[in-house]
């Protein structure tokens, strides 16, 4: 699974030294490393429930990645214009969230952005300018909006074709989420989840604290630190630009710049998720108007020095030590 950002290059780390009697599970799956921190008194019951949540993890990728054959996702990718697809119901779930969210950020998180980074890469990855042409249908191929979902029948249709669907960008943050479903069903009440360095999310916080213990850092320089927050209920997703790379914005079909990083904090992860990669391409003022208009989102985002003379660090939203969800 790829991504329509490069968000492991900004870390959001866990610091839970002092927290007793918790386990610590790992597993890689979707290109990257999920963890699971749990607090439970029985380690052999901690383990069999993070081990069950590490296979949810995996079939979920078996779903959304772009490169399994016969994926829901892949089968996406290959549908004519106007035929109906049924869906799994996760995929059909995620589907719906991207499709809420580029519709709240007026395109800035799109999960059809594929067919515009295969113009701007060659087949090795390394960068390319396509031409106006190859730009321009590319653009016409671009656009949640060319999808459409029927929640009666659990289908998606295109309205043209072929549109790339490419769920890097919030995939990762919904199998968070649905882990965390996963351990409450196991009655596991006080966890921290995150799928690599990117997305993170509590659950109760660890007793006699005000959270889980995280650090935000500085993308180009790892011991500078941001921010400590301590999570509970609820999560936080970072995305960054990594040395001589750029973002596509699916807005213009062109590469953006202004922002070094961005963090979001949502009630949930596949929310956080999509959110850090909208606020890179999301305008100051817009990101401030959506934290404004959604009180339980925040936003923190470092500026380009060319953008900004003073602060280039900005928050949006109610960023506090503190961050625990009602």
């Given at each position: 699974?790829?991504e329509q950002?490069?968000?492991?290059t900004?870390?959001?780390?866990?610091?839970?030294s002092?927290?007793?009697?918790m386990?610590r599970?790992?597993?890689?799956?979707m290109?990257?490393?999920?963890e699971?921190?749990?607090?439970?008194?029985?380690?052999?019951y901690?383990?069999?429930?993070?081990a069950?949540?590490?296979?949810?993890?995996?079939?979920?990728?078996s779903?959304?990645?772009?490169?399994?054959?016969?994926?829901?996702?892949?089968r996406?990718?290959?549908?004519?214009?106007?035929?109906p697809?049924l869906?799994?119901?996760d995929?059909?779930?995620?589907?719906?969230?991207?499709?809420?969210i580029?519709a709240?950020?007026d395109?800035?998180?799109?999960?059809?952005?594929?067919?515009?980074?295969?113009?701007?890469?060659?087949?090795?990855?390394?960068?390319?300018?396509?031409?106006?042409?190859?730009?321009e249908?590319?653009?016409?191929?671009t656009?949640?909006?060319?999808?459409?979902?029927?929640?009666?029948?659990?289908?998606?249709?295109?309205?043209?074709?072929?549109?790339?669907?490419?769920?890097?960008?919030i995939?990762?943050?919904?199998?968070?989420?649905?882990v965390?479903?996963?351990?409450?069903e196991w009655?596991?009440?006080?966890?921290?989840?995150?799928?690599g360095?990117?997305?993170?999310?509590?659950l109760?916080?660890?007793?006699?604290?005000d959270?889980?213990?995280?650090?935000?850092s500085?993308?180009?320089?790892r011991g500078?630190?941001?921010a400590r927050?301590h999570?509970c209920?609820?999560?936080?997703?970072?995305?960054?630009v990594?040395?001589g790379?750029?973002i596509?914005?699916?807005r213009?079909?062109?590469?953006?710049?202004?922002?070094?990083?961005?963090?979001?904090?949502?009630p949930?992860?596949?929310t956080?998720?999509?959110?850090?990669?909208?606020?890179?391409?999301?305008?100051?003022?817009?990101?401030?108007?959506?934290?404004?208009?959604?009180?339980?989102?925040?936003?923190?985002?470092i500026?380009?020095?060319?953008?900004?003379e003073?602060?280039?660090?900005?928050?949006?939203?109610?960023?506090?030590?503190?961050?625990?969800?009602?």
């Amino acid at each position: 699974m790829t991504e329509q950002r490069q968000n492991e290059t900004c870390y959001v780390r866990s610091d839970p030294s002092p927290i007793p009697g918790m386990k610590r599970f790992s597993h890689d799956a979707m290109a990257t490393t999920f963890e699971i921190l749990i607090v439970h008194e029985d380690e052999r019951y901690a383990r069999q429930a993070a081990a069950a949540a590490f296979a949810e993890v995996d079939r979920l990728e078996s779903e959304l990645s772009r490169y399994i054959e016969n994926s829901d996702v892949a089968r996406i990718n290959s549908l004519p214009a106007g035929e109906p697809l049924l869906l799994g119901l996760d995929t059909f779930e995620c589907l719906k969230i991207s499709a809420r969210i580029y519709a709240e950020t007026d395109g800035a998180f799109d999960i059809t952005i594929g067919s515009l980074l295969q113009c701007w890469r060659k087949d090795d990855g390394t960068p390319r300018t396509p031409s106006a042409e190859d730009l321009e249908l590319a653009r016409q191929r671009t656009g949640t909006h060319l999808l459409q979902l029927d929640e009666t029948e659990h289908t998606v249709e295109l309205s043209v074709s072929p549109v790339q669907v490419d769920l890097g960008g919030i995939g990762k943050g919904f199998a968070v989420d649905r882990v965390a479903q996963l351990l409450r069903e196991w009655s596991i009440k006080i966890a921290l989840i995150s799928g690599g360095y990117s997305s993170v999310l509590a659950l109760e916080a660890p007793s006699g604290s005000d959270g889980w213990p995280l650090t935000l850092s500085h993308p180009a320089n790892r011991g500078q630190i941001l921010a400590r927050p301590h999570l509970c209920r609820a999560a936080l997703s970072g995305s960054g630009v990594q040395k001589g790379g750029h973002i596509i914005s699916p807005r213009t079909g062109r590469p953006t710049s202004g922002k070094l990083a961005a963090w979001s904090g949502a009630p949930d992860a596949a929310t956080a998720d999509a959110l850090s990669t909208a606020f890179m391409i999301m305008a100051p003022e817009e990101i401030r108007k959506y934290c404004s208009d959604h009180p339980d989102t925040r936003a923190m985002v470092i500026m380009n020095k060319r953008e900004v003379e003073k602060d280039k660090i900005l928050h949006f939203g109610t960023w506090k030590d503190s961050t625990c969800s009602a």
